[in-house]
């Protein structure tokens, strides 16, 4: 038994469902970016982000 088989035997069943459901969908989620082109965004700062949010309109 490894150590995770030994937390999760300990824990209630719920939060198993809960565990199971969050380790599908994290893995969900590297598998669909894995296979994602990488953007070059550029350089920027953190202001330059903020100026240019203050700038576009409001939806």
């Known amino acids: 038994m490894t150590e995770d088989d030994a937390?999760?035997?300990?824990?209630?069943v719920d939060d198993?469902?809960?565990e199971v459901r969050v380790t599908a969908a994290r893995r969900r989620l590297l598998d669909r970016?894995?296979?994602?082109?990488?953007?070059?965004?550029g350089r920027w700062t953190r202001d330059e982000l903020?100026?240019?949010?203050?700038?576009?309109?409001?939806?």
């Open 7 to 12: 937390t999760r035997s300990s824990l209630p």
């Open 16 to 18: 198993q469902d809960e």
């Open 33 to 41: 970016l894995s296979r994602q082109d990488v953007v070059n965004a």
């Open 50 to 59: 903020y100026e240019r949010g203050e700038r576009t309109p409001s939806t």
